[in-house]
């Protein structure tokens, strides 16, 4: 099996700064794309970054600029480094990585729990 678990949600005022982080641990080959998602109360989950193995980064256009997805492919961790922040980016946030595991053939993917960020205004 394999598990993600997200950290560093909170409570930030609006132009704060919030770091999140997702680690993947379990029977883990390699970890293809990693991503980040975010639901708001009411709204549809909605990509806010990916991040490949190698490197390239793709952004929802709400966050390009302030937001930066970068990954540790030693510890099969993902980060999200998350500036100027504003009202309308509270949401739960969840990651997600394509795995190949080590047990099982095939590309698999797996979603974190979520972890919350507020932003008061």
């Known amino acids: 099996q394999v598990h993600l678990v997200e950290s560093g949600g909170g409570l930030v005022q609006a132009g704060g700064t919030l770091r999140l982080s997702c680690a993947a641990t379990g029977s883990i080959s390699s970890i293809n794309t990693m991503g980040w998602y975010r639901q708001a109360p009411g709204k549809q989950r909605e990509l806010v970054a990916t991040i490949t193995m190698s490197g390239s980064r793709n952004y929802a256009d709400s966050v390009k600029g302030r937001f930066t997805i970068s990954r540790d492919n030693a510890k099969n961790t993902v980060y999200l480094q998350m500036n100027s922040l504003k009202p309308e980016d509270a949401a739960v946030y969840y990651c997600?990585?394509?795995?190949?595991?080590?047990?099982?053939?095939?590309?698999?993917?797996?979603w974190g729990q979520g972890t919350q960020v507020t932003v008061s205004s």
């Open positions: 997600n990585a394509y795995t190949m595991r080590t047990t099982m053939s095939g590309l698999w993917l797996y």
